[in-house]
C-alpha cells in the first residue's frame, strides 16, 4: 500500500472506530536451519562487540547486521511503504553518526530506527511512527517471552542418541539436588567437612578461573541479553493489532450522523439525570467565546513582548535572566500546547460542518494559531537573548528543535482547520517530523560548536567546569582556544552539593584544571580504547592533542 503524500488529505474513513484485533497474542516461535546456526553466531558477536565496551563502531555494525538480516527476509510488500524507506535511511545515516561521534543521540537514533524499521517490515500498512516503533517492541518483546520455550523445544529429543543422553541427564537431575541436600548438611554439622570443602571449592575456582575469567554473573546476564537480541533481530512475530487499530482512523474529519453535536454536556433535570446532546449552535457560540476572548488575552501579550522583547530588549540591573526564561519558556510552551488541543477538541468532529458560523470559526481559530505562532517567537526570542548572554548549552538547543516542531506542529493545525484534518493526520505528521528532528540532532557535533561559541564570543563569564565535564572529543577546541582564559573575567565551576552552587576560579587554576581533564582522557584512552567504541571525533582528538596542548600555552 502507498503512503499517502504528507498534506494531501485521503479519501474519508471513519476516524475513529474499535480495533478488530487484540493488540497482543501469544506468539508460537520456530526456528529454520538457517536461524539455528545464525542464533549463537549472533550471541557471540554481540558479546564481542558490546562486553565492557563504549558506543561506537560496534553499535552501527550490529545495526548494519540487523538491517542486513531484515532485508535478507525480502520484505517486498514493506518496499512499497514510504515510512519504511525512511527508516531505513535513517537507520543508516545513524550509523554514520555514531560512528563519527559517538554521540548519546546518535545511538538513541540508531536504536529508535531499527525499531521502526522492525514495526513497518512487521506491518506495512502502519504509517504513525510511533505505532511502528511500539509494534517493533511488541514483537521483540514476544520474541524474548517466547525464547525459553522455543529453546526447551530445540532441545533434542529421547529418540536420537544425544537425545538420550539429555534424557539421562535430566533423569540424574534429582539425585544430584539430593546429594546437595546431605552435602549442605554435613557442612554445617562438620567443621573438619566444611575446611576441607572450602578449599577444595577454592583450588577448583582458581583453576577454572584461568580458562574462565570472563564467566562472571554480570557476563552470563550480559549473554543473556545478548541472545535475546539476537533473537530478536533473527525472528519474525506477526503482531497485527495496533496496524488494524490503525485502519480504524482516517485522514480527514467525516460527519456524524448519529447526533447532531460533538460533544455531550450534563444539564440538569427535575425528573430524571441523563445527558443531553448539546446543539452544533451553542457549541458554536462556546467556540466564538473562547476563540474570541483569547485571542483578545494572547494578542495584549504578544504586544508587550512585541515591545519588550522584539524591539528593545534591555534587561534592567539585577535582571534575574535565567529565571526569566526557564520559567517564562516552559509556561508559554505549555500554553501553546493546551491551544493546540483546544482547537484539536472543537474541530474534532460535526463543527466541521457547522456551514452558518464555519467561516468565522475558521479564521477565529486560524488567528489564534497565528499568534500562537507569535508567541512560539518570542519564547525563541527569550532563549536566544539567553544565549547571547550566557552561552550554549544542551537545553539552549533543545528548545530550539523543540520550537521548531511546535511551529510544524502549529502548520498541521491550520491543515486540521481549514482541511478538516483529523487527529490521527496530525499525529502521523508531527510523529515524522519528531524523528527528523531526532537524525538532525544526531547529525550535529553539538558539543564542540558549545565550546567554540562560548570561548569565542567574548563572554564576561564562562562556565568552564561545564565544558571540561563535556565528552573527550572537545578537549582539541578547548586547548586551541585556552588562551581565551586570560581575557576572561569571570570562570566559575560546580561547587558541588545539593543546590548547585558555583564558585569562581583563576585563569591558572583553570588552565590546570585543563592540563588535568587532557592527561587524564588520554591515560584512559590508552587504555581502554578498543576498535568496538571507536568512533572518529574521539580518534580525532587523541592524535591531536598531543600536539595542540602545548600550543595553546
Known amino acids: 500500500m502507498q503512503a499517502l503524500p504528507l498534506f494531501t488529505p485521503s479519501t474519508a474513513r471513519a476516524e475513529e472506530a474499535p480495533y478488530a484485533a487484540p493488540l497482543w497474542r ?19 558477536a554481540f558479546d564481542v562487540l558490546f562486553w565492557q565496551q563504549g558506543r561506537g563502531l560496534n553499535l552501527a555494525l550490529f545495526t548494519l547486521l540487523a538491517v542486513a538480516a531484515l532485508l535478507a527476509g525480502q520484505p517486498r510488500a514493506a518496499w512499497r511503504s514510504g515510512y519504511f524507506r525512511l527508516s531505513l535511511v535513517g537507520a543508516l545515516v545513524s550509523c554514520g553518526a555514531v560512528t563519527w561521534y559517538g554521540s548519546f543521540t546518535a545511538g538513541w537514533a540508531c536504536i529508535g530506527s531499527l525499531l521502526m524499521l522492525w514495526g513497518y517490515a512487521n506491518q506495512p500498512l502502519l504509517k504513525q511512527a510511533s505505532l511502528a516503533l511500539l509494534t517493533g517492541l511488541g514483537a521483540a518483546a514476544q520474541v524474548v517471552l517466547g525464547l525459553p520455550a522455543l529453546l526447551l523445544r530445540a532441545l533434542p529429543s529421547r529418540d536420537t542418541k544425544a537425545g538420550r543422553v539429555g534424557w539421562y541427564g535430566r533423569l540424574l537431575l534429582v539425585p544430584v539436588l539430593i546429594l546437595g541436600v546431605f552435602h549442605m548438611l554435613f557442612v ?19 583453576w577454572l578461573g584461568q580458562f574462565f575469567e570472563l564467566l562472571s554473573l554480570g557476563h552470563l546476564i550480559f549473554l543473556v541479553l545478548g541472545l535475546a537480541v539476537t533473537a530478536a533481530v533473527l525472528l519474525r512475530v ?6 488494524q487499530w490503525e485502519a480504524g482512523f482516517g485522514e480527514v474529519v467525516r460527519r456524524r450522523r448519529d447526533g447532531v453535536a460533538s460533544f455531550s454536556v450534563r444539564r440538569p433535570d427535575f425528573r430524571r439525570r441523563d445527558f443531553r446532546t448539546a446543539d452544533l449552535r451553542k457549541e458554536y457560540l462556546a467556540a466564538l467565546a473562547v476563540f474570541g476572548l483569547v485571542n483578545v488575552l494572547l494578542l495584549a501579550v504578544n504586544v508587550i513582548d512585541i515591545s519588550w522583547i522584539w524591539i528593545d530588549f534591555r534587561p534592567e540591573p539585577g535582571f ?20 493546540m488541543g483546544i482547537v484539536l477538541w472543537f474541530f474534532r468532529r460535526n463543527l466541521n460542518f457547522y456551514q452558518p458560523g464555519l467561516p468565522v470559526l475558521r479564521w477565529g481559530a486560524t ?22 548572554r550566557m552561552g550554549l548549552a544542551y537545553k539552549r538547543i533543545g528548545v530550539c528543535f523543540f520550537l521548531l516542531l511546535t511551529l510544524f506542529g502549529l502548520v ?13 493526520s496530525l499525529v502521523r505528521l508531527n510523529s515524522v517530523a519528531a ?13 564542540v560548536w558549545i565550546v567554540r561559541y562560548n570561548l569565542t564570543v567574548g563572554f564576561q563569564q564562562v562556565d568552564y567546569g561545564f565544558l571540561l565535564d563535556l565528552p573527550g572529543r572537545v578537549l582539541p577546541a578547548l586547548v586551541k582556544h585556552r588562551a581565551i582564559l586570560n581575557r576572561t573575567k569571570h570562570i566559575t565551576r560546580d561547587a558541588g552539593g545539593v543546590y548547585s552552587l558555583y564558585e569562581e576560579v583563576s585563569a591558572a587554576t583553570a588552565q590546570r584544571m585543563l592540563d588535568e581533564r587532557v592527561r587524564r582522557w588520554q591515560q584512559r584512552y590508552a587504555a581502554e580504547a578498543s576498535w568496538q567504541d571507536w568512533n572518529y571525533m574521539d580518534w580525532q582528538a587523541h592524535q591531536q592533542l598531543p600536539t595542540a596542548a602545548p600550543a595553546g600555552r
Open 367 to 388: 488567528v489564534w494559531v497565528l499568534q500562537n505562532a507569535v508567541l512560539a517567537v518570542s519564547v525563541g526570542l527569550r532563549n536566544y537573548h539567553y544565549i547571547t
Open 188 to 206: 554445617l554439622a562438620n567443621p573438619r567437612y566444611r575446611q576441607l570443602t572450602d578449599r577444595a571449592w577454592a583450588a577448583l575456582g582458581e
Open 435 to 447: 524523528y527528523l528532528v531526532l537524525l538532525a540532532l544526531a547529525l550535529g557535533n553539538w558539543e
Open 238 to 243: 506477526p503482531l497485527p493489532g495496533l496496524a
Open 412 to 424: 498541521t493545525i491550520l491543515l486540521k482547520i481549514w482541511q478538516r484534518r483529523s487527529a490521527f
Open 320 to 339: 534575574d535572566l535565567a529565571q526569566f526564561v526557564h520559567e517564562g519558556t516552559y509556561v508559554l510552551i505549555f500554553s501553546i500546547l493546551l491551544a
Open 26 to 44: 501469544p506468539a508460537q516461535l520456530v526456528l529454520t536451519t538457517t536461524q539455528k546456526w545464525l542464533l549463537p553466531l549472533g550471541v557471540v
